[in-house]
């Protein structure tokens, strides 16, 4: 089972920007990194946890809640089996805590489209990012 390790998040002001990072062990020759979806989750006090952004490099694909479009940026660094989360321009609602979530093949279409945390059987321990107005 793939292994993950978040660091990153804190407190910062409206408008302002952080980077979540999320190490990730335990591939197998069936289950590369390049295979596997990797990406985040956010749970705020009182809502369901909902999918943020994923990247899947093999698959060449991204993926990006409307909420977060155009401020959010996924990225992944082959060599050190990492992947990163820049968020720009931040705001009070994107306060929650952040999950780092993996899911090794076979990969499902509907990913992309709605990702379901009950898709993913690998889960990182959950920073914490506080958005202040």
């Known amino acids: 089972e793939v292994q993950l390790v978040e660091s990153g998040g804190g407190l910062v002001q409206t408008g302002g920007s952080l980077r979540l990072s999320c190490s990730a062990s335990?591939?197998?020759?069936?289950?590369?990194?390049?295979?596997?979806?990797i990406g985040w989750f956010r749970q705020a006090p009182g809502k369901e946890r909902e999918g943020v952004s994923l990247?899947?490099?093999?698959?060449?694909?991204?993926y990006y809640a409307d909420s977060v479009k155009g401020r959010f940026t996924i990225s992944s660094d082959n060599a050190k089996n990492t992947v990163y989360l820049q968020m720009d321009n931040l705001k009070p609602e994107d306060t929650a805590v952040y999950y780092c979530a993996a899911r090794p093949p076979p990969l499902l279409t509907r990913l992309w489209v709605l990702p379901a945390a009950a898709d993913f059987p690998s889960w990182g321990q959950g920073n914490q990012v506080t958005v202040s107005s």
């Open positions: 335990g591939f197998t020759f069936d289950a590369t990194f390049d295979d596997t979806v």
């Open positions: 990247i899947c490099n093999s698959c060449d694909r991204t």
